[in-house]
């Protein structure tokens, strides 16, 4: 059954969402969209170094976006103005990445499979590679879970609890660097935030708990994953954005639905 | 002025001993020495940016000392009620979910919390959905749902109305007979401070003065302004004290009209007792 590249491809997509689903929603919850695509972007860096030194590039992208992750918690913790900082950050990321690949001369690498993910491609190492790191966030998210909602809700509040709220926020830092490892290979390192946050956001307006919109966004994830692939298969369209296009549209449904259930 | 003077007073829940905490090297408190007994409510009142709420946060271990003490009773249960929790819109919360958060509590337990509060019906509601009151009362079920032996709320009744204030300072008062836990708040309404409180703290980056209502009350500034509306807390900041001067933390009391970030209206006018 792995033989078929489209259901190594549907089994990536559906293990990708098992992490982006919960990780998503606690970075919109805490307004950590712009910190996603710092650290998402980071990862083409990561590809570069990964590609000159000959170490695997899922190494490559874990360390340099965990990297960047610490630097903008850290620079966050110090009261840096964030937005200007991500801003910087994020597209610096990825300039200086798409300058380091350019160097990387006489290896096979094709500069869009990295922007915007080659989920088609996948092979048996790449789907255990996925299914590791995204079980290795759902298991700490779910884990730390109690702790991680209440640091959201107030640091006060969490430290009264004889909560940590910095090593909290380390874990979300963490779990944030394993997913963009993990999603390059899917949907590209420019679309690895729009992965956290369209499903998350479109499972707002349906939920009512905190774990009711963790799990929805878990199944709209898989969803967008499973749609965007039928699209490219249809259409032979990008797969990756396919399945961003998909998340969006399901979002547009659930802004359009979501009010009108609640009358 | 308390001065703590034999420190390991056994009887106390939560004592500060001569605490100093320093922002970027301005003291912000100085100099702090209080205690907390078991079932006495305690109030601290003191204008904008008198480090009421730093105080709070001094005393639950949040905000590091930069010199002097804080000690605990062992096995010391604090519920706490932060100033102003905003819950993001797009986190979807039920109240009850919330009493659970971090430890999990069963459903009766938390039913019976929120009806001890008098919120018996807003269980599944969303918390962004609430009422300022309900919202106020929903965090102190949460804190209730500890078993705690001291209570810390900041501002509790920050957002609400007059009969609103007064309805929850009766709240905790009640709470406070019936399940015997020490109270400490903060509070900006004098008026119902004085009946709900068993000992006053006036704050201004250091302990101005301290006591009973009726000791705080007796000056006759404030009786002449008892019942004026929010010129009420100018009372306690013209109450004569025994506190020392030594003008070593910051501030320079009664001369400068600059005083403070956010003085309390008239208070320049009025003179401000420290002069």
Not at chain 2, 40 to 61: C, M, Q
Not at chain 2, 137 to 152: F, G, Q, Y
Request: charged share 15%.
């Amino acid at each position: 059954m792995l033989d078929d590249f489209l259901v190594r491809a549907g089994l990536a997509g559906l293990g990708l969402s098992l992490a982006t689903g919960p990780l998503g929603a606690f970075v919109v919850w805490r307004r950590m969209a712009y910190f996603g695509d710092a650290t998402a972007h980071a990862a083409i860096l990561g590809v570069a170094l990964a590609l000159a030194t000959d170490l695997p590039v899922g190494l490559g992208t874990l360390a340099v976006a965990l990297l960047m992750a610490v630097t903008v918690a850290t620079l966050a913790a110090r009261g840096w103005a964030m937005d200007t900082t991500l801003g910087v950050l994020a597209h610096s990321a990825l300039a200086f990445g798409l300058v380091a690949i350019s160097f990387v001369h006489g290896v096979r690498t094709d500069l869009s499979a990295w922007l915007f993910g080659d989920i088609l491609a996948v092979t048996r190492g790449d789907l255990a590679q996925i299914w590791g790191g995204a079980a290795l966030v759902a298991a700490l998210l779910i884990w730390r879970w109690s702790a991680l909602l209440t640091a959201t809700l107030n640091e006060d509040l969490a430290h009264a609890s004889g909560l940590n709220p910095d090593r909290e926020r380390l874990v979300l830092v963490l779990a944030l660097a394993v997913v963009v490892a993990v999603a390059l290979k899917v949907v590209g390192a420019l679309l690895i935030a729009a992965m956290l946050i369209i499903p998350a956001a479109a499972a707002r307006g349906m939920a009512r708990s905190p774990e009711g919109m963790a799990a929805l966004a878990v199944g709209i994830g898989a969803v967008a994953g499973i749609g965007g692939l039928g699209l490219s298969m249809w259409q032979d369209t990008p797969a990756g954005p396919s399945i961003i296009a998909c998340a969006a549209v399901v979002f547009a449904l659930s802004a359009i639905v979501g009010p009108l259930r609640r009358r | 002025m308390s001065r703590l003077p034999d420190r390991g007073r056994s009887m106390s829940l939560i004592a500060a001993d001569h605490a100093c905490v320093r922002f970027a090297g301005t003291e912000v408190l100085h100099d702090i020495s209080l205690r907390v007994d078991p079932a006495e409510i305690v109030t601290i009142v003191g204008p904008n940016g008198s480090g009421k709420s730093t105080l709070l946060r001094a005393l639950l271990g949040i905000t590091p000392l930069a010199a002097g003490r804080v000690s605990r009773r062992a096995g010391l249960r604090i519920g706490y009620v932060p100033q102003r929790l905003q819950i993001d819109r797009t986190l979807p919360m039920t109240a009850r979910r919330f009493l659970s958060l971090p430890r999990r509590h069963a459903p009766a337990a938390s039913a019976a919390a929120l009806a001890r509060v008098g919120v018996p019906e807003v269980a599944d509601r969303q918390m962004a959905d609430l009422s300022g009151g309900q919202f106020q009362r929903v965090l102190l079920a949460r804190a209730l749902l500890t078993e705690p032996d001291l209570l810390i709320l900041d501002e509790p009744t920050q957002g609400l109305d007059q009969p609103g204030e007064a309805a929850f300072y009766r709240l905790i008062d009640e709470l406070r007979h019936d399940t015997g836990c020490a109270v400490l708040m903060v509070s900006h309404d004098l008026h119902v401070v004085m009946s709900a409180s068993d000992r006053v703290i006036c704050l201004n980056g250091h302990i101005c003065c301290e006591g009973t209502p009726q000791v705080v009350s007796h000056a006759p500034e404030y009786r002449a302004m008892f019942g004026l509306g929010t010129q009420g807390a100018l009372a306690l900041y013209r109450h004569e004290h025994d506190h020392d001067h030594t003008h070593d933390h910051g501030h320079d009391h009664g001369h400068d009209p600059g005083h403070g970030p956010a003085r309390p209206k008239g208070a320049d006018t009025r003179g401000h007792g420290h002069a």
